[in-house]
């Protein structure tokens, strides 16, 4: 009776199991993937220390992915330095869906998000390979277990993939499918069994509501070397409060403009990148959680 009363209750050593294997991925401590476990878990509340209006749980994923050892870091840019799946899969993690409402929606949202970005990848590598980085540059920047290395050797092949969004859907899809239908017979198998995975998902998933979170991941990695302004950032156009919700991108250099939504208007508003305001707009609600 005393060791069945002693014995802990199983969601309770199920929390536990989840947290260390979350410890054990991410490459940070206990406590920390802890906090972050909570803030997954539906009964998961923020820490009271937490910045009012911000987005706790991004903030709290930006904190581990900050606090990764430097062999959690390495096998971050290796897989970030594989395309087309890897990046791919590596953009979606890093930057997760925005969880704070405002009145231009759900940013970085999309179950299919993993997918798009590896087939625009794909594109540009059937259509313009010389924009591929060289496999030993890569080689090399993944080992400095620095992301922002790797996206300086992809940082031509990011913005041509930012590019392709701006064109019409249906001539992007069929982009798209002939891509992955000359991948399928590339003598490289690794080429061929990401076309044919790429080839199910596109025949079977519906992918459309996935594009704009497609369009926030890639204009936030684009954003960084320049400090400009990512999706999601809150801004003051003409006094008034407002979220970005996207940039604009000329062949080189940072945005020349943002694409806006103003707090209670309807439509967005194209402004360029000068006439914002950054950091004193005031932070949406959280959604509860």
Not at 65 to 90: I, Q, S
Not at 164 to 176: I, M, N
Not at 253 to 270: T, W
Request: with cysteine.
């Amino acid at each position: 009776m005393t060791a069945t009363r002693n014995r802990r209750p199983v969601p309770d050593r199920a929390r536990k199991r989840a947290i260390r294997a979350l410890a054990a991925e991410l490459g940070v401590a206990y406590s920390v993937a802890a906090r972050l476990h909570a803030a997954q878990t539906p009964s998961g509340r923020p820490p009271a220390e937490s910045p009012a209006g911000a987005d706790e749980h991004r903030a709290w994923m930006s904190e581990a992915r900050a606090g990764r050892t430097f062999h959690a870091r390495v096998n971050d840019t290796r897989l970030a330095a594989g395309l087309p799946l890897g990046r791919a899969e590596h953009l979606v993690r890093r930057f997760p869906p925005l969880r704070a409402i405002t009145a231009a929606g759900p940013l970085y949202a999309g179950e299919g998000r993993e997918t798009i970005i590896a087939m625009l990848y794909a594109v540009l590598a059937h259509e313009s390979p010389a924009l591929l980085p060289p496999p030993d540059e890569l080689t090399w920047a993944a080992e400095l277990g620095e992301e922002a290395a790797v996206d300086i050797a992809c940082a031509a092949l990011d913005r041509a993939a930012r590019q392709l969004l701006d064109q019409g859907r249906w001539q992007l899809w069929a982009r798209v499918e002939t891509a992955l239908t000359a991948g399928e017979s590339d003598p490289d198998r690794r080429v061929r069994d990401a076309a044919g995975a790429l080839g199910r998902e596109l025949r079977s998933t519906s992918l459309r509501g996935s594009l704009e979170g497609v369009r926030h991941i890639l204009d936030a990695v684009l954003v960084e070397p320049f400090g400009a302004l990512a999706p999601g950032i809150r801004v003051r156009v003409d006094g008034q409060a407002a979220t970005v919700i996207g940039a604009e991108w000329e062949l080189t250099g940072p945005p020349a403009r943002y694409r806006v939504r103003v707090d209670n208007e309807p439509l967005n508003r194209i402004v360029p990148a000068a006439e914002l305001d950054a950091g004193t707009a005031p932070e949406p609600d959280l959604i509860p959680g």
